[in-house]
């Protein structure tokens, strides 16, 4: 049995939940089947992708694989699979082995493009707004962030970086799927915490940090960059 929280008084039955998320888990992974596999809405799938990864990591950072010779490893299986299955299949009056065309179309291509291209402009511009200091919190957030990953990319090769990450995008989800009352009520928790902490610091540090005149160093527009 799940473990009961009783609720605060600034904190309803209806409020707002962390990060100002008003979807479903499922419709912000997208609502596809990519969602349905990160939601393991299907066991079985989303337990061969978990293997699938897991097989890729043990190869490339247990085993210490190269790319290049085990693509080439592969791509000799399948050609040696290829001749057997081809010249057997008349022997054993089945059909020979057909490889399944692949069309991508123009314009999904054109949409994989034109949506990476937004994304990425949108990141770079999220983290120029976030150096410039417009909001300071923010940027601490960042830099604690980005310290965190340095110290953990550093104690860690880029394949178990990727692993990891890839892990928690698989079992996070369904398991805040699964206790989403108990993590938000601790999330909501934390995030108090958070604020008071950031506005003691605020009061008692950062505002005593003598600050010169902003006018000339502020960014007016785009024509100023220039």
Not at 16 to 23: M, N, T
Not at 72 to 80: G, K
Not at 91 to 110: C, G, K, L, N, T
Request: a positive charge; aromatic letters at 10%; hydrophobic letters at 45%.
């Amino acid at each position: 049995m799940p473990p009961h929280f009783p609720s605060d008084s600034n904190h309803g039955r209806h409020a707002v939940r962390p990060l100002g998320r008003h979807k479903s888990i499922h419709r912000l992974l997208g609502g596809g089947e990519a969602a349905d596999i990160l939601l393991w809405k299907n066991r079985n799938l989303s337990a061969g992708v978990l293997a699938g990864a897991t097989l890729i990591w043990f190869l490339f950072d247990v085993v210490e694989y190269n790319i290049i010779p085990l693509l080439s490893q592969i791509a000799i299986f399948v050609m040696l699979v290829i001749f057997i299955w081809s010249n057997a299949a008349p022997i054993f009056d089945r059909a020979p082995p057909r490889i399944p065309e692949v069309v991508i179309s123009e314009h999904a291509f054109r949409e994989l493009v034109l949506t990476s291209h937004h994304k990425l402009s949108y990141a770079v511009s999220l983290l120029y707004d976030i150096a410039c200091g417009k909001d300071l919190k923010k940027l601490l957030l960042v830099i604690a962030s980005l310290l965190a990953l340095s110290v953990i990319g550093d104690s860690c090769s880029l394949t178990s970086l990727l692993y990891l990450g890839f892990l928690c995008a698989h079992t996070l989800p369904a398991l805040y799927q699964r206790y989403e009352t108990e993590v938000d009520h601790l999330l909501a928790r934390g995030g108090e915490y958070i604020k008071k902490f950031y506005e003691k610091i605020d009061s008692n540090v950062v505002s005593k940090i003598p600050r010169g005149p902003v006018t000339g160093v502020a960014f007016k527009g785009s024509d100023s960059i220039q």
